[in-house]
């Protein structure tokens, strides 16, 4: 089994968790939260490295898994529909795929909403005022209410890569760069 089928179903099946656990939070009218939950979620899981080792790792056992996830969902006050979907995937061994599992999330609420994520690189964090007015102009474009997936890569150097759906517009002084110098090569 190579990488791209391991990668393919564990998708699958945090999209299976993320449908059941969305469609709870729709049926108790408890959307917001759940949204509100899964961004929580996922800021915790960007900077905690050792979330990040305990939900990765063979060597920690179910109930140390359990206990952990528990005390998490405790102290964060997620909600029913979340928590419990955390405990059973703790259950079974699969919190391997939470990141998966947020991402899904959020793509479900998004189209509930009628919005689209855009996911933005930037070479230095965005203002609020910048991300805002990225955020209409994208509106502009696909018609849509976008949210915006900010990360930064300093590697860039200057300007942004915007992917929105399958769309991608590299303005970055690193791609700029990397132009000049293919077509240097096609010269000389």
Do not use: C, W
Request: hydrophobic residues 45%.
């Amino acid at each position: 089994m190579d990488v791209s089928e391991t990668a393919a179903i564990s998708s699958g099946i945090a999209a299976r968790y993320a449908t059941a656990i969305f469609e709870l939070a729709k049926e108790n009218d408890s959307l917001a939260r759940l949204e509100e939950n899964t961004d929580d979620l996922a800021a915790v899981m960007r900077d905690s490295e050792d979330l990040r080792a305990l939900i990765a790792s063979p060597v920690v056992g179910r109930e140390a898994q359990s206990a952990a996830i528990s005390a998490i969902a405790d102290k964060m006050e997620l909600g029913p529909e979340l928590r419990n979907g955390l405990a059973l995937m703790s259950a079974k061994r699969r919190l391997f795929i939470l990141p998966q599992l947020l991402k899904q999330l959020d793509a479900l609420i998004a189209e509930h909403k009628g919005e689209i994520t855009a996911d933005v690189t930037s070479a230095k964090a965005l203002t609020k005022a910048q991300s805002e007015k990225l955020a209409s102009t994208l509106k502009a474009q696909v018609g849509r209410d976008v949210k915006l997936n900010a990360t930064v890569d300093e590697s860039l150097i200057g300007g942004l890569v915007v992917k929105v759906g399958s769309k991608m517009i590299d303005t970055s002084i690193r791609s700029r760069l990397d132009s000049l110098q293919n077509a240097m090569k096609e010269v000389g």
